[in-house]
């Protein structure tokens, strides 16, 4: 997974934690966190995220997690946003901080899904804003997403806060698949 962000933004670790497969139960159980109204899931996951990630000290050395925010119209319709769900699971097992007012999503123009590598990078270009560097600041962030394909949303949040000063940036993600 951390080949996907290299010469492309500065990561320092990247993992998840199944290879997701469309159509698998690990599929069906990310269906059910985004679309039927489950965000007692997203804690369940972020939970076991965070345990089976500590036996590694991947938590080691991360100030605080960075959930990649949706945009407020899609959060208001689901009336949850998945990645924060899951962050709050392992904020629950790992008692590292939750940030979440320091990025904001711009639009939402449509679903990655369908969308081959290049139109992913597309869709998302300039769609997250730093809205506070100073919570930011001089930390090591731990971004969470639910699914890593093609890296374009984790790549276009880190874009949006690599300046920021004295930040560090790694990734979390439930699953990881080929595109």
């Known amino acids: 997974m951390v080949q996907l962000f290299w010469h492309l933004t500065p990561i320092r670790r990247a993992a998840a934690l199944v290879f997701f497969e469309p159509h698998s139960e690990m599929a069906q159980i990310i269906y059910k966190l985004k679309y039927a109204q489950r965000p007692d899931i997203g804690e369940d996951m972020g939970r076991l995220m965070a345990t089976e990630m500590k036996y590694g000290n991947f938590f080691e050395g991360i100030d605080a997690l960075l959930p990649v925010p949706l945009e407020r119209k899609r959060q208001r319709q689901r009336g949850y946003n998945q990645s924060e769900q899951l962050a709050i699971g392992i904020s629950q097992a790992t008692e590292l901080p939750i940030i979440s007012k320091a990025l904001s999503r ?74």
């Open 106 to 179: 711009k639009r939402f123009v449509q679903s990655q899904t369908q969308l081959n590598r290049r139109e992913r990078q597309e869709n998302v270009k300039d769609i997250f804003h730093l809205e506070n560097a100073s919570l930011l600041k001089n930390k090591h962030v731990l971004l969470i997403d639910d699914i890593c394909t093609t890296g374009a949303t984790l790549i276009a949040c880190t874009n949006a806060i690599k300046a920021v000063e004295g930040i560090r940036i790694s990734v979390l993600t439930y699953g990881f698949t080929k595109s």
